[in-house]
């Protein structure tokens, strides 16, 4: 089995490295090293890597993404520095969640914004007592009326601070083994406000990780829901 790289593959590494070189260390020298970087600063680089298709890089290019091959996501993502990865695997991780969970519509509302990183998004679904088990969740979705009532906390959440969009994983209630009944609820933040806040960390410390709190936040059902059920196995995800 040949394991070298094809030349195709080392132009596209080059060409990421050279974009860090170029455009993105100078964003990341320019601010504290100690302290997050300031919103538009990471939106400014989102969307640099967004050019590279790293931020729509599992959506299929017939629905706009860049449709790149596992191997080659891959090695494109190891020449970002690692704020950087983490920061783009938020956003790239929800963008390919709402792609491919979530109706025609709401992929026509969200996507565009998001792959072209324009909007920062991330996904929410670790909380405080729960660790990253998604049928463990306690933050509950109510119906009422046309909208979703948000109730919990999660933790942990690459972006959260910054974000513009949050995918949050929620409970509406139990199934017959006692574990959540889940949905995941698109939730614009200019439309249904909620907290978020950093959480200090000993490394990383120029990307975003916080807190979000829910408190009786209002999503529109219409616009909002993005799959009624998940499957029933248990799954580790980024946020």
Not at 208 to 221: I, K, M, Q, Y
Request: aromatic share 4%.
């Amino acid at each position: 089995m040949d394991f070298q790289l094809t030349s195709e593959q080392r132009m596209i590494q080059e060409s990421v490295r050279r974009m860090v070189s170029r455009d993105i260390q100078p964003i990341l020298v320019a601010h504290d090293p100690n302290a997050p970087l300031p919103k538009e600063a990471m939106r400014q680089i989102l969307q640099l890597c967004s050019s590279q298709g790293l931020t729509s890089a599992r959506v299929p290019e017939a629905s706009g993404g860049a449709g790149l091959p596992t191997l080659v996501y891959g090695l494109m993502m190891e020449q970002l520095p690692p704020v950087v990865t983490l920061a783009v695997l938020g956003q790239e991780v929800t963008v390919t969640r709402i792609a491919f969970e979530s109706t025609y519509e709401q992929r026509e509302r969200f996507l565009p914004d998001l792959m072209a990183a324009r909007k920062i998004t991330c996904t929410g679904t670790t909380e405080p007592d729960v660790g990253s088990d998604p049928r463990s969740v306690k933050t509950r979705a109510e119906p009422d009326g046309d909208h979703y009532v948000l109730n919990g906390r999660k933790m942990w959440i690459t972006n959260a601070s910054i974000c513009d969009v949050i995918n949050v994983t929620t409970s509406v209630g139990k199934d017959e083994r006692g574990l959540a009944r889940m949905m995941r609820i698109v939730v614009d933040r200019e439309a249904s406000p909620f907290e978020a806040r950093e959480i200090p960390t000993l490394g990383l410390r120029q990307g975003h990780l916080g807190e979000v709190v829910f408190d009786n936040t209002r999503a529109p059902r219409r616009t909002s829901l993005v799959k009624l059920e998940m499957p029933r196995a248990s799954s580790r995800s980024h946020g």
